[in-house]
Nanobody
Framework: QVQLVESGGGLVQPGGSLRLSCAASGSIGSIHAMDWYRQGPGKQRELVAAVISGGRTNYDYADSVKGRFTISRDNAKNTMYLQMNNLKPEDTDIYYC??????????WGKGTLVTVSS
């Protein structure tokens, strides 16, 4: 089993920054992809950013966050990060960490709340 724990959420003013972390622990084998999703009340969960392992590491971002958010991974620490800059009120959501392992098993964290408000 793999456990994912997010941290770093909170209240920030528009234009501010936050850095989310996702620490993975447990029986971690190979990792195919790690991603950040977000979901607000009454909305579908949407992919925010992904880092995909392969012959070359690939990164993917939702159009709404390109140029503002940066995803990264520290493989030695089994930790993933999401640096969020120039935050907007519409970024307010619960942010979830997701891991897809080499056997294509899905794991989710419990989420961390990001609130962007003045």
């Amino acid at each position: 089993q793999v456990q994912l724990v997010e941290s770093g959420g909170g209240l920030v003013q528009p234009g501010g920054s936050l850095r989310l972390s996702c620490a993975a622990s447990g029986s971690i084998g190979s990792i195919h992809a790690m991603d950040w999703y977000r979901q607000g009340p009454g909305k579908q969960r949407e992919l925010v950013a992904a880092v995909i392992s392969g012959g070359r590491t690939n990164y993917d971002y939702a159009d709404s966050v390109k140029g503002r958010f940066t995803i990264s991974r520290d493989n030695a620490k089994n930790t993933m990060y999401l640096q969020m800059n120039n935050l907007k009120p519409e970024d307010t959501d619960i942010y979830y960490c997701h891991l897809l392992d080499g056997k294509f098993m899905n794991y989710w964290g419990k989420g961390t709340l990001v609130t962007v408000s003045s």
